[in-house]
């Protein structure tokens, strides 16, 4: 009889083992920004004469329940993305889409700690995003000549 039990918990361990579909290193961080452009994207060089396009993603939070007592809503605040794209087939896009272009840009992050130099100061921690693909939402309207 407890021969029995003991054949069943290696098998139910496998069994266990086999539903898992993802290894530890497939575990990644993404995101997703819809937003506009604040500028037109910056090509720049690493050290190793790769070029790389860095841009800037504007997104606008949601407004927030009303305060307390049914007084105003909080104001929505922008917040500003620094993205970098690697690739030549990234920097021939980017090229192509300009300032104020509404956007959706997919994107791998990865929070980096910085320790404050005189050490009092907490640790700083920013926010490194490579950017994965984009789409091209919406292009803003040209501007009308001047009569």
Excluded: C, W
């Excluded at 190793?48 to 939070?61: F, I, P, S």
């Excluded at 087939?89 to 840009?105: D, F």
């Amino acid at each position: 009889m407890f021969s029995a039990l003991r054949s069943a918990v290696p098998a139910r361990r496998a069994a266990v083992r086999a539903l898992s579909t993802s290894a530890p290193r497939a575990d990644v961080a993404r995101m997703q920004l819809l937003g506009r452009l604040v500028a037109d994207p910056e090509t720049r060089q690493t050290r190793a004469g790769k070029d790389y396009v860095r841009y800037v993603v504007a997104t606008t939070d949601p407004l927030g329940p009303p305060g307390e007592e049914g007084g105003e809503r909080p104001e929505p605040t922008t917040s500003y993305h620094n993205i970098f794209a690697f690739g030549e087939s990234a920097v021939q896009r980017l090229s192509t889409i300009g300032k104020g272009t509404q956007v959706l840009v997919d994107a791998d992050f990865r929070l980096a700690r910085q320790p404050s130099e005189d050490g009092a100061a907490p640790a700083q921690t920013n926010i490194l995003v490579q950017h994965r693909s984009i789409a091209v939402i919406s292009r803003p309207k040209p501007a009308e000549p001047a009569a």
